[in-house]
T-cell receptor, first 112, second 113 residues
Framework: GENVEQHPSTLSVQEGDSAVIKCTYS??????FPWYKQELGKGPQLIID?????GEKKDQRIAVTLNKTAKHFSLHITETQPEDSAVYFC???????????FGTGTRLKVLA | GAVVSQHPSRVICKSGTSVKIECRSL??????MFWYRQFPKQSLMLMAT?????????EQGVEKDKFLINHASLTLSTLTVTSAHPEDSSFYIC?????????FGPGTRLTVT
């Protein structure tokens, strides 16, 4: 079955700097890769996603890149703000099921 | 956007009792919903796939007799934790599948005393 690895587990950046979180997946059949932000005590919130027919997607300060050959995808947050502090999860699934396998999570701290 | 609700948001129950958690899609229909469990400072682990009108599919290692899932309508799936024990204390999150992806509920914090 699918296995998703995520690095780093914790990340501290200064406000205004960029943050990068990386994930690798094992199942070449996976073709949908969402990223979620989870705040303490709340459910995960979708922040961006990418499908395997696209190499990069951007939404304001957030971007995701996908390398299908290497089976890895990354989340890039630019101009970080304190409100970006949260736990971020990557996930992989196939478009047919949307049965997500999640990475282990990255705790991002943006220092003011 | 699609909204998924869960009820209750928090529940405390005594060891040996059962507790039911509801997951509702508020403005859309979902033939498939997923149930996840999240322990403190850990990732979300898929427990089961809930299909409207049919039996749920459980992931390896998840006891189907302990975690009863019922998906009786296109907008409601329920997870019942039977004979709960302290080790079942966790954050339970549902997700409803739509054609473009999955929408997550806000989660239910279960504490078993």
């Amino acid at each position: 079955g699918e296995n998703v690895e995520q690095h780093p587990s914790t990340l501290s950046v200064q406000e205004g700097d960029s943050a990068v979180i990386k994930c690798t997946y094992s199942d070449s059949a996976s073709n949908y890769f969402p990223w979620y932000k989870q705040e303490l005590g709340k459910g995960p919130q979708l922040i961006i996603d990418i499908r395997s027919n696209v190499g990069e997607k951007k939404d304001q300060r957030i971007a995701v890149t996908l390398n299908k050959t290497a089976k890895h995808f990354s989340l890039h947050i630019t101009e970080t703000q304190p409100e970006d502090s949260a736990v971020y999860f990557c996930a992989a699934s196939d478009v047919g099921t949307y049965k997500y396998i999640f990475g282990t999570g990255t705790r991002l701290k943006v220092l003011a | 956007g699609a909204v998924v609700s869960q009820h209750p948001s928090r529940v405390i129950c005594k060891s040996g009792t059962s507790v039911k958690i509801e997951c509702r899609s508020l403005d859309f229909q979902a033939t498939t919903m997923f149930w996840y469990r999240q322990f403190p400072k850990q990732s979300l682990m898929l427990m089961a796939t809930s299909n409207e009108g049919s039996k749920a599919t459980y992931e390896q290692g998840v006891e189907k007799d302990k975690f009863l899932i019922n998906h009786a309508s296109l907008t409601l799936s329920t997870l019942t934790v039977t004979s709960a024990h302290p080790e079942d204390s966790s954050f339970y999150i549902c997700s409803a599948r739509v054609t473009s992806g999955g929408y997550f509920g806000p989660g239910t914090r279960l504490t078993v005393t």
